[in-house]
């Protein structure tokens, strides 16, 4: 399965119905931006309001254990709660993009490459906080909390 096909079948992540007035605000705003989020991303980054650097972000975990291919990843990690990230960016020969949240304004991340790499970490989600999110304000590494999600769907890198 490519990796379109296999984000398409993966549940979304559901934002958890925040407290506080201005959570709730931004709640439902990106409830009715969602659909449109992809168009609008990538009319912003055409017109230069918004940039995206490229290549392979950091903090690498491993590769995708042998007899594991990004289905059964994904499989094995939708049972703990982890759902598509389709607002974050493509990144070189990125094949998927998942989250787990943790509340209402943080996520841990994780990217799946064409090469069975795999990349994570901690951060602000972009629909409580967009521009800490989109500056990478307060993104943390958290390897040993995403190590132990991973569980052995990867072999862990020296990283």
Same mark, same amino acid.
């Given at each position: ?76 990690? @939708? #049972?703990?709660? $982890? ?7 493509? &990144? ?5 993009? =998942? /989250?787990? !949240? ?24 972009? @629909? #409580?906080?967009? $521009? ?7 993104? &943390? ?5 995403? =190590? /132990?999600? !991973? ?9």
């Amino acid at each position: 399965m490519d990796g379109i096909a296999l984000a398409e079948s993966i549940p979304d992540s559901v934002l958890p119905y925040p407290d506080g007035s201005w959570n709730r605000v931004k709640y439902f705003f990106w409830r009715l931006l969602t659909p449109w989020f992809p168009a609008i991303q990538g009319g912003f980054l055409r017109l230069g309001v918004i940039q995206h650097p490229g290549g392979r972000g950091r903090y690498l975990l491993g590769h995708l254990a042998p007899g594991i291919d990004a289905s059964l990843f994904v499989r094995r990690l @939708e #049972a703990e709660g $982890v759902g598509n990230h389709f607002i974050a960016w493509t &990144e070189e020969d990125q094949v998927l993009s =998942l /989250r787990k !949240l943790d509340g209402f304004e943080h996520q841990y991340h994780l990217r799946i490459f064409g090469d069975g790499e795999v990349r994570g970490h901690y951060e602000y989600t972009p @629909e #409580a906080h967009p $521009v800490w999110h989109q500056k990478a304000i307060g993104i &943390e590494r958290r390897r040993e909390d995403l =190590l /132990r999600l !991973l569980g052995d769907l990867v072999v862990k890198s020296d990283e």
